[in-house]
């Protein structure tokens, strides 16, 4: 099967990357794609979990940190950090069937 999807390294995970808009893919082609996407899918909150755990240990190395400009670094991390779960949800609660999610 061709590949319709692009990893994202921010994300760490594969996301859509759909050369032709949705309703040009045959009802196959659109089963196949919203199975691997089903599959990626599925393993996002494993994915969250795992930052979560580092966004712990960055907590827990500001809650020791004495150094400013460490302590504002740390700060700065846990908060991209933050962002890459927010994405993550936003992409595992996507409508799957929607072209316009598809090409987010």
């Known amino acids: ?8 390294q921010r994300l760490g995970i594969p996301i859509p990357d759909l050369e ?12 196949e ?12 909150p494993d994915r969250i979990a795992d930052i979560e755990e580092v966004i712990n240990q960055k907590q827990a190395d500001l809650s020791n940190e004495s150094d400013f400009p460490r302590s504002c670094a740390l700060n700065s991390e846990i908060a991209e950090l933050a962002s890459v779960i927010n994405d993550l949800w936003l992409w595992y609660r996507a ?10």
């Open 33 to 44: 794609i919203l199975f691997q996407w089903e599959k990626i899918r599925g393993a996002i």
């Open 20 to 31: 032709k808009e949705w309703e040009e893919f045959n009802k196959r082609k659109q089963q």
């Open 1 to 8: 099967m061709e590949d319709y999807f692009i990893f994202d």
């Open 95 to 104: 409508d799957q069937g929607l072209s316009a999610k598809m090409h987010q």
